[in-house]
């Protein structure tokens, strides 16, 4: 079983992440992590924290030799804001007579602030929010980066990009090479296939700096080349669509996630929105009328492209905050403003990248087993056969 776990405060020393179950031989290269690091640093409307941080995936576990040995992969991202933070998030209580931290009393609305500080008991919310920054998604992204190299192979490809940024909307579809392509493009700004939407999306980002405000949006993951028949209808907990859904709401911001075309579906006639069934006899396989499903279908992908899309709320950290109440105090003030983002949707875009690739790897790995890329190899191959002469 493929599993991850991730551990690291916002200002402490590094994040950490450890993935168990990788098979030995899948080719890693740090660069492409690296790469997917700073896409997630990226975007027009970031705050100055991601102009201090550099982001870089130092293994120091389970690869050897740029392929993996089977063993748990470990992975540190530093830091670098530590080295300001020392005092305030000191490991060891040296006392002292100046009280070095920087309490967060003021809890802001739409974060984990109030809950987070009720439920463990800090009058202070400093080590809550610490914890629940999407600052720990670095961690999730160089997971994601090894899910995506045990995919590759296979002729697996995960990408993602900007449908919609507060109210402006991406109005025509993207084709894969568009959206692959976006991984590679310089400055990312707001990660829209289409110049003039970006333009727009930038004009409502410009609005929300200018007002003290934040933004929300819409991205969406596409994965191509996988074969049908990953994850399963048979039990609720197998279906890939909950499996996804779930990987993507779990991230920080992410209100709602649709698959496929869900929404507009909904207020479909079935006529219209079911993909029909044909069969290419020269080809051997079946093909299909459109992809709304978003290659879902009974929990199972079908061989089309999975389409899954995350709904953002606009970041909760305003500069002109809203009204709240101190937690020490109970009186009426205005929450806490530390340094943040005002747009966050192409680096949210890439978290779901690493999150759905780490679920398809998953589901990969569950179907096809073996602890060797050779042996996953016969295996995948056998299938495909299967699948052709069916
Ligand atoms: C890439 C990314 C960056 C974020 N940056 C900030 C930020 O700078 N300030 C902030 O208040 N929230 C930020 N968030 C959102 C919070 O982490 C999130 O709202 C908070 O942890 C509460 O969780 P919830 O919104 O999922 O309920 C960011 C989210 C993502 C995905």
Not at 279 to 306: C, H, I, K, S
């Given at each position: 079983?493929?599993?991850?776990?991730?551990?690291?405060?916002?200002?402490?020393?590094?994040?950490?992440?450890?993935?168990?179950?990788?098979?030995?031989g899948?080719?890693?290269?740090?660069?492409?992590?690296?790469?997917?690091?700073?896409?997630?640093?990226?975007?027009?409307?970031?705050?100055?924290?991601?102009?201090?941080?550099?982001?870089?995936?130092?293994?120091?576990?389970?690869?050897?030799?740029?392929k993996?040995?089977?063993?748990?992969?470990a992975?540190?991202i530093r830091?670098?804001?530590?080295?300001?933070?020392?005092?305030?998030l000191?490991?060891?209580?040296?006392?002292?007579?100046?009280?070095p931290?920087?309490?967060v009393?003021?809890?802001?609305?739409?974060?984990?602030d109030?809950?987070?500080?009720?439920?463990?008991?800090?009058?202070?919310?400093?080590y809550?929010?610490?914890?629940?920054s999407a600052?720990?998604?670095?961690?999730?992204?160089?997971?994601?980066?090894l899910?995506?190299?045990?995919?590759?192979?296979?002729?697996?490809?995960?990408?993602?990009?900007?449908?919609?940024?507060?109210?402006?909307?991406?109005?025509?579809p993207?084709?894969w090479?568009?959206?692959?392509?976006?991984s590679?493009?310089?400055?990312?700004?707001?990660?829209?296939?289409?110049l003039?939407?970006?333009?727009?999306?930038?004009?409502?980002v410009?609005?929300?700096?200018?007002?003290?405000?934040?933004?929300g949006?819409?991205?969406?993951?596409?994965?191509?080349g996988?074969?049908?028949?990953?994850?399963s209808?048979?039990?609720?907990?197998?279906?890939?669509?909950?499996?996804?859904?779930?990987?993507?709401?779990?991230?920080?911001?992410?209100?709602?996630?649709?698959?496929g075309?869900?929404?507009?579906?909904?207020?479909?006639?079935?006529?219209?929105?079911?993909?029909?069934?044909?069969?290419?006899r020269e080809?051997r396989?079946?093909?299909?009328?459109?992809n709304r499903?978003g290659g879902?279908?009974?929990?199972?992908?079908?061989?089309?492209?999975?389409?899954v899309?995350?709904?953002?709320?606009?970041?909760s950290?305003?500069?002109?905050?809203?009204?709240?109440?101190?937690?020490?105090?109970?009186e009426a003030?205005?929450?806490?403003?530390?340094?943040?983002?005002?747009?966050?949707?192409?680096?949210?875009?890439v978290?779901?990248?690493?999150m759905?690739?780490?679920?398809?790897?998953?589901?990969?790995l569950?179907?096809?087993?073996?602890?060797s890329?050779?042996?996953?190899?016969?295996?995948?191959?056998?299938?495909l056969?299967?699948?052709?002469?069916?």
């Amino acid at each position: 079983m493929l599993r991850f776990e991730t551990a690291g405060e916002s200002h402490g020393e590094c994040l950490v992440a450890t993935l168990t179950g990788l098979p030995a031989g899948i080719p890693i290269s740090v660069e492409a992590i690296d790469r997917d690091l700073w896409r997630r640093q990226q975007g027009y409307g970031r705050g100055g924290r991601m102009k201090i941080e550099n982001d870089h995936a130092e293994i120091v576990a389970g690869v050897r030799h740029s392929k993996t040995i089977g063993s748990p992969v470990a992975i540190l991202i530093r830091n670098r804001d530590w080295e300001n933070w020392k005092d305030v998030l000191a490991v060891e209580d040296t006392g002292g007579a100046e009280n070095p931290r920087k309490p967060v009393t003021r809890p802001r609305p739409g974060h984990a602030d109030l809950p987070g500080a009720l439920k463990y008991d800090f009058h202070d919310a400093r080590y809550i929010l610490e914890r629940a920054s999407a600052r720990e998604t670095a961690a999730r992204v160089a997971v994601g980066g090894l899910s995506k190299a045990l995919l590759a192979p296979f002729g697996i490809g995960i990408a993602s990009h900007s449908i919609a940024v507060g109210p402006v909307r991406l109005a025509r579809p993207a084709a894969w090479d568009e959206i692959a392509a976006l991984s590679r493009r310089e400055p990312v700004v707001l990660g829209c296939v289409d110049l003039e939407t970006e333009a727009r999306m930038k004009a409502v980002v410009d609005e929300a700096y200018r007002t003290g405000d934040t933004v929300g949006g819409v991205f969406e993951v596409v994965a191509r080349g996988l074969p049908p028949g990953l994850g399963s209808h048979v039990t609720w907990d197998t279906r890939l669509d909950g499996r996804l859904a779930q990987a993507i709401v779990s991230i920080q911001a992410v209100k709602g996630v649709e698959i496929g075309l869900a929404a507009e579906g909904a207020a479909e006639f079935g006529s219209k929105v079911q993909d029909t069934i044909h069969y290419d006899r020269e080809g051997r396989r079946f093909t299909r009328g459109a992809n709304r499903a978003g290659g879902l279908e009974g929990g199972m992908t079908n061989g089309q492209d999975v389409v899954v899309r995350g709904m953002l709320k606009p970041i909760s950290t305003l500069r002109r905050p809203l009204e709240s109440s101190d937690l020490a105090t109970k009186e009426a003030a205005p929450a806490a403003y530390e340094r943040s983002d005002v747009c966050v949707v192409p680096a949210a875009g890439v978290i779901g990248e690493a999150m759905a690739a780490f679920v398809l790897a998953q589901a990969f790995l569950e179907k096809f087993g073996g602890d060797s890329l050779p042996e996953i190899r016969r295996n995948v191959e056998g299938y495909l056969e299967q699948v052709k002469s069916f």
